[in-house]
C-alpha cells in the first residue's frame, strides 16, 4: 500500500513559470489538502477537498489552484512562480473533513 | 486569529524524559494532535487526544491536556536517538475542521 505519493520530489522553478505539484492516494480518502511548510512557521493550509469535485481554500490560497476531478489525484498549480513560493509542499488526506490526516512526503521547491 | 505555540527547540539526553508543550487558543477544540518529522521526511501522526479527556498514554508517549490553561503536553519516556526529530502540536477548529499547527519543536538528544 502506497499511501499517498507526491511528485516531484524536489524542483528548481525560474520565477514566472508555471508548475503542477502531483498528489495521489490509494486509500480512498473523502478529504485532500495542500500544506506549505516554511522554517519557524509550521505548515500553512494552501487549498483543500472535501470530496471530489470540491475544493475549498486555506489559510494562504493566493497565487495557488488545485482540482479534484476524481477521489485519487488532487494536483496542485502554480501558475507563474514567485520566489516567496520557495518552500517545502505536504499533501495529505482524511477519510472526511476533520479526521485524523495522514500526509505524503513532501516537495521541496525552489523558485529563483 | 487562532494560534498554537510550541518552544522552537528541546535538548535533552539519551535515557531521560522530554516534555515538548504546546498551548492553544481555542478553547472548543475537539481534538488535539501530537505529529513527528523525521529529517527529510513528511509527518506521521504520533497521537491524539480528545478534549475530554486529561491524559493519553500509548507505551512510551504520554500526552496531557489542561482545558482550562489550553496547555498540552508530549512526554516521551526514555528518550533515543530514534526520537530526533520535530514535533508538531496542532488543534482541529471545530468551525471548519481545519487543523492549526504550532511551529514545531525540534528535539535534540545529546549522548
Known amino acids: 500500500i502506497a499511501g499517498i505519493t507526491q511528485a516531484p520530489t524536489s524542483q528548481i522553478l525560474a520565477a514566472g513559470r508555471r508548475m503542477t505539484l502531483r498528489c495521489t492516494q490509494d486509500?480512498?480518502?473523502?478529504?485532500m489538502y495542500w500544506y506549505r511548510q516554511d522554517l519557524g512557521l509550521g505548515l500553512r493550509l494552501i487549498h483543500y477537498?472535501?470530496?471530489?469535485?470540491?475544493?475549498g481554500k486555506g489559510e494562504v490560497p493566493d497565487g495557488y489552484s488545485v482540482s479534484r476531478a476524481n477521489t485519487d489525484d488532487f494536483p496542485l498549480t502554480l501558475a507563474s512562480a514567485v520566489p516567496s513560493q520557495t518552500s517545502v509542499y505536504f499533501c495529505a488526506s482524511s477519510p472526511g473533513l476533520g479526521e485524523t490526516q495522514y500526509f505524503g512526503p513532501g516537495t521541496r521547491l525552489l523558485v529563483l | 486569529g487562532e494560534d498554537v505555540e510550541q518552544s522552537l527547540f528541546l535538548s535533552v539526553r539519551e535515557g531521560d524524559s522530554s516534555v515538548i508543550n504546546c498551548t492553544y487558543t481555542?478553547?472548543?477544540?475537539?481534538?488535539l494532535y501530537w505529529y513527528k518529522q523525521e529529517p527529510g521526511a513528511g509527518l506521521q501522526l504520533l497521537t491524539y487526544?480528545?478534549?475530554n479527556m486529561d491524559m493519553k498514554q500509548d507505551q512510551r508517549l504520554t500526552v496531557l491536556l489542561n482545558k482550562k490553561d489550553k496547555h498540552l503536553s508530549l512526554r516521551i519516556a526514555d528518550t533515543q536517538t530514534g526520537d530526533s526529530a520535530i514535533y508538531f502540536c496542532?488543534?482541529?477548529?471545530?468551525?471548519?475542521?481545519?487543523?492549526?499547527w504550532g511551529a514545531g519543536t525540534k528535539l535534540i538528544i545529546k549522548p
Open positions: 487526544i480528545f478534549s
Open positions: 496542532a488543534e482541529r477548529m471545530d468551525s471548519n475542521y481545519q487543523l492549526i
Open positions: 486509500m480512498r480518502h473523502n478529504a
Open positions: 481555542d478553547s472548543s477544540s475537539t481534538y
Open positions: 477537498s472535501n470530496t471530489a469535485g470540491t475544493t
